[in-house]
Every structure is written in structure tokens, then in C-alpha cells.
């Protein structure tokens, strides 16, 4: 099993930034993906950017240039640094390690 823990979420205004991270423990496989998911209201579930182990990004066309994804090998940690939020980023975003666990999701809440 594998436990995911985040942090990071929170209430912001337009324009501002936030970061959120997730640190992964328990039976761990260095070469595995992670990534960042986010389902807003009413809305499905949908990728925001992943990484590779190796540190490859991948980023939604929604967040390019604005959000930039990273990890810390070491620690076991990805992190996700969001700039220029704007309203439609609010949703619950979800940490994703190996395709397969989820981490319990911060609420992000961009107020216009």
C-alpha cells in the first residue's frame, strides 16, 4: 500500500499563488509517476500536470505556463506551484502516484 499525504490547499484571490505537496510513503517504486488531478463542481475528474520519476513534466493546457509541477526523489514529494490563479482553478486537487493511489484532495478556492 501506498499513503499520500497533502498540503497546501486554501482560499487565495485572483492573481495569487499557492503550493500545494504530497509526500508519498509505504511500498514505494522509484520509477514511478506522479501527478496532480482536480475535479471542480459538476465537473469530471482531469489531469492538471504529472512528472516522471526521472523529472519529465506534463503539463493540461489550462495551467501551462501558470502552474509548474516538481518533485523531491529524496523526499518522496511532488509539488505543485500555481501562479496567476484565476476562479477557474477552483476544485479539490488530487495527488496521483503510480496511476493507481490518490491522496485525500486540499480544496483550492480562487475568489475573483
Known amino acids: 500500500q501506498v499513503q499520500l499525504v497533502e498540503s497546501g490547499g486554501g482560499v487565495v484571490q485572483a492573481g495569487g499563488s499557492l503550493r500545494l505537496s504530497c509526500a508519498a510513503s509505504?511500498?514505494?517504486?522509484?520509477?514511478?509517476?506522479m501527478g496532480w488531478y482536480r475535479q471542480a463542481p459538476g465537473k469530471q475528474r482531469e489531469l492538471v500536470a504529472d512528472?516522471?520519476?526521472?523529472?519529465?513534466?506534463n503539463y493540461a493546457d489550462s495551467v501551462k505556463g501558470r502552474f509548474t509541477i516538481s518533485r523531491d526523489n529524496a523526499k518522496n514529494t511532488v509539488y505543485l506551484q500555481m501562479n496567476s490563479l484565476n476562479p477557474e482553478d477552483t476544485a479539490v486537487y488530487y495527488c496521483?502516484?503510480?496511476?493507481?493511489?490518490w491522496g485525500q484532495g486540499p480544496q483550492v478556492t480562487v475568489s475573483s
Open positions: 509505504g511500498r514505494l517504486v522509484s520509477t514511478a509517476a
Open positions: 512528472i516522471t520519476s526521472t523529472g519529465t513534466p
Open positions: 496521483r502516484y503510480r496511476g493507481s493511489y
